[in-house]
């Protein structure tokens, strides 16, 4: 069965890119444009969450705060993709249960590599 990954960011086209190249991979993608839009479609089976930083209603940092907050998501890896390369933000990600960081714009095989090497 086909692990499914969330993709959140408040950019369309971005959405889209993540999503294309998951699906790619064989993986099932679910989209959310914000942290509030993604904490009302996890619902059920979500293997691995990509999210951005900056978007407007929940940023990145409160969106990790609340799914590691639940106990069923404690444990999904949760990777930030975002322009943000700054240490302090990367600490503050890091602090909020994120399992790691890719500086946009990305190279579709670097975001794979990273999927492949958190979702076994």
Avoid: C
Avoid at 1 to 26: H, P, W
Avoid at 75 to 89: G, N, R, Y
Avoid at 109 to 120: N, S
């Amino acid at each position: 069965m086909a692990k499914t990954i969330m993709t959140v960011d408040d950019s369309a086209s971005v959405r889209q890119m993540v999503s294309f190249t998951l699906k790619k991979e064989g993986f099932e993608v679910i989209e959310a444009s914000d942290g509030k839009d993604a904490l009302t479609k996890l619902k059920g089976s979500v293997d691995m969450i990509v999210t951005d930083l900056n978007m407007p209603n929940m940023d990145g940092i409160e969106l990790i705060k609340n799914v590691r907050a639940n106990a069923s998501y404690k444990f999904i890896p949760i990777i930030m993709l975002t322009t943000e390369s700054q240490a302090s933000k990367k600490q503050e990600g890091k602090s909020a249960g994120a399992t790691g960081w890719i500086v946009k714009p990305f190279k579709p095989e670097q975001l794979t590599a990273v999927v492949h090497k958190l979702i076994k």
